[in-house]
């Protein structure tokens, strides 16, 4: 048996962007921070902040998205994926650049369930439909 599932509430970074893959499916994309505090050896409070990239495949997410704004408080849960993809830099020698084709790991959580957590946006419904297995991943 394998499962793959992460959850996580947080913060979101900065507000959702909505594109489309070339078959019409909305993608929405946003990250969201996660701070674990603890206290170290000399008994002072610490903090890191994790930053996480929320990928959410149709309509439905499409639909959330203005109020996906940054600073909102959430609660995401689906799947983590890994994709792999080129990316092309320019690097200065000398007068001239030469570019590079460079390979680039993409950490994502690939959404089924997004809940905004707000008290202020918690009056109407702020939970998304699930994703199906039909949404064609990035």
């Known amino acids: 048996m394998n499962f793959n ?7 979101i970074g900065k507000n959702a962007e909505i594109k489309q893959l070339p078959n019409g499916t909305p ?3 946003f990250s969201v921070a996660t701070t674990r505090s603890w206290k170290d050896d000399k008994g002072e ?4 902040t994790q930053w996480h990239n929320v990928v959410a495949y149709g309509q439905g997410f499409a639909q959330i998205a ?3 704004a940054k600073g909102a408080h959430v609660f995401v849960q689906g799947e983590l994926n890994t ?8 690097v200065p020698s000398g ?4 570019e590079h084709v460079i390979q680039q790991l993409a950490v994502e959580l690939k959404a089924d369930t997004i809940r905004l957590l707000d008290r202020a946006s918690n009056s109407g419904a702020s939970e998304a439909p699930a994703a199906t297995d039909d949404d064609v991943p990035l």
């Open 83 to 90: 994709r792999e993809y080129d990316r092309t830099i320019e």
């Open 27 to 29: 993608v929405t994309k």
């Open 95 to 98: 007068k001239k650049t030469i």
């Open 5 to 11: 599932q992460l959850t996580i509430i947080g913060y």
């Open 45 to 48: 409070w610490k903090d890191r």
């Open 66 to 68: 203005p109020r996906l």
